[in-house]
């Protein structure tokens, strides 16, 4: 079934769906990761030497417009409606996480081995300096949400254990974790606790995909109203700033590490698509969306891994060249907006055209009922891995360059050994003996 699915094309696959799909839910993973995307290209304000700041800090004012355009909160939300529903399908846990992480773990990895692969090459030729140099720290750091992700998968099977028992009470648990430990961080000042929301924040938006999958979201005008006032009255009336995304310099962000202004984002944005619901569900029932929704899920990771790569690549052919660079937020760089995006969005076709074989299904392996501790090793190696080189970057990779991932330093190297002996771990635990 797998090896064929793959052969298939995105018409034969939209005309076979089954019914009882839900497609509203794979529109707004596409969604999320399409304003994801964008956000980042408008983002990026390149200065005429090369160097890359963020529009946001350019034009504060723009600020509020994260409360919007931040959408992660609804793709882990998505994350979270998917995972119950392979979980109930498939609940050992090794078959469970080689499963989940295939079209995860493969295309990150063969972007991890290109671009480690370019660093070495620009490192050793001495060009590693400007744009280049700039690239080599900045197309990394969208692996932080691959790391949270792999989290997210290695959580589901207790997390959905305490859902089916307590429903919206586990939610509420994570939830209280999110709020004591903003508490202890603004309150009482206690040291590096502020860490802990990195799972307490994110697992508690996972979660309420959970309770969507059995219909459990019952009022979300309620759940997007409180969101917003809680988020409005957090940011309003405590420590917390206004952007829902991370500004440079900052002295505290919302995103790194969450904070439960961050959570309430969340709430409103997931009531806010849960409302969207019947709409939504009409317009992808349309043939032709439909057909571009699928086409679009099969290459969604693909793109997001390189949609930096071709940014930056668009930048450096306009300084290469010398086109000029207009200030950022001036009235000439708003003009190039269009056409800077239409050449990174051809430029992203093509890498994803070059690397999609990667993100392609593969042939499902049989149930096992072995490899669970090795799974879970692997998961934690692979997520480690991923999440540190979100932090380190390629830059500085032949001179010791480190960062540091909870409290201990990490280089590249290790980064990348890591993540590499993570995903081997998962493969081949999942392949262990057969059920029966």
């Known amino acids: 079934m797998g090896s064929s699915r793959s052969r298939l094309g995105a018409r034969e696959l939209a005309a076979a769906t089954p019914a009882t799909r839900d497609r509203y839910v794979d529109l707004l993973r596409v969604a999320s990761l399409a304003v994801v995307v964008l956000g980042h290209w408008l983002m990026a304000a390149v200065t005429a030497d090369g160097q890359v700041g963020n529009l946001l800090a350019v034009v504060p004012e723009l600020q509020v417009v994260t409360w919007a355009f931040q959408v992660m909160p609804v793709f882990f939300f998505v994350g979270g409606f998917s995972h119950a529903l392979a979980h109930r399908s498939r609940p050992q846990y090794a078959a469970f996480l080689r499963a989940r992480l295939q079209r995860l773990l493969r295309p990150t990895m063969v972007f991890v081995g290109v671009w480690g692969a370019a660093a070495l090459v620009l490192q050793l030729s001495g060009v590693d300096g400007g744009l280049a140099g700039v690239a080599l720290r900045?197309?990394?750091?969208?692996?932080?949400?691959?790391?949270?992700?792999?989290?997210?998968?290695?959580?589901?099977?207790?997390?959905?254990?305490?859902?089916?028992?307590?429903?919206?009470?586990?939610?509420?648990?994570?939830?209280g974790g999110a709020v004591a430990v903003d508490v202890l961080r603004f309150a009482?000042?206690?040291?590096?606790?502020?860490?802990?929301?990195?799972?307490?924040?994110?697992?508690?938006?996972?979660?309420?995909?959970?309770?969507?999958?059995?219909?459990?979201?019952?009022r979300p005008a309620l759940l997007a109203g409180a969101g917003l006032a809680g988020a409005t009255a957090l940011v309003a009336l405590g420590p917390y700033p206004l952007s829902m995304v991370g500004m440079p310099g900052e002295k505290v962000s919302n995103m790194a590490p969450p904070t439960l202004a961050l959570l309430c984002h969340g709430l409103w944005l997931v009531g806010a698509v849960e409302l969207l619901r019947g709409p939504g569900a009409r317009f992808v029932a349309r043939a032709g969306v439909w057909r571009?929704?699928?086409?679009?899920?099969?290459?969604?990771?693909?793109?997001?891994?390189?949609?930096?790569?071709a940014m930056l690549g668009v930048y450096g052919v306009m300084l290469g060249s010398g086109l000029g660079l207009p200030a950022p937020a001036s009235g000439a760089w708003w003009a190039q907006v269009p056409l800077r995006f239409a050449a990174a969005a051809v430029l992203?076709?093509?890498?994803?055209?070059?690397?999609?074989?990667?993100?392609?299904?593969?042939?499902?392996?049989?149930?096992?009922?072995?490899g669970g501790p090795l799974a879970a090793l692997g998961i934690t190696l692979a997520l480690l891995g991923v999440l540190g080189l979100s932090l380190t970057g390629f830059a500085g990779l032949l001179d010791g360059h480190s960062a540091t991932l909870i409290a201990v330093p990490v280089t590249a190297p290790a980064a990348v050994g890591l993540a590499l002996v993570g995903w081997l771990a998962v493969e081949r635990a999942g392949r262990g003996r057969r059920i029966g």
């Open 292 to 309: 571009a929704v699928v086409a679009a899920n099969g290459i969604a990771m693909t793109a997001f891994l390189w949609h930096l790569t």
């Open 188 to 218: 009482a000042d206690v040291p590096y606790v502020e860490f802990l929301n990195f799972a307490f924040v994110w697992l508690a938006v996972h979660q309420l995909g959970f309770l969507r999958a059995d219909g459990m979201i019952r």
């Open 138 to 175: 900045l197309v990394t750091q969208p692996l932080w949400f691959i790391g949270i992700y792999l989290a997210m998968v290695a959580f589901t099977p207790p997390l959905m254990r305490l859902h089916e028992r307590w429903g919206w009470g586990a939610f509420g648990a994570l939830a």
């Open 348 to 370: 992203t076709a093509l890498l994803v055209a070059v690397f999609r074989r990667f993100e392609a299904p593969v042939p499902a392996a049989p149930a096992t009922d072995t």
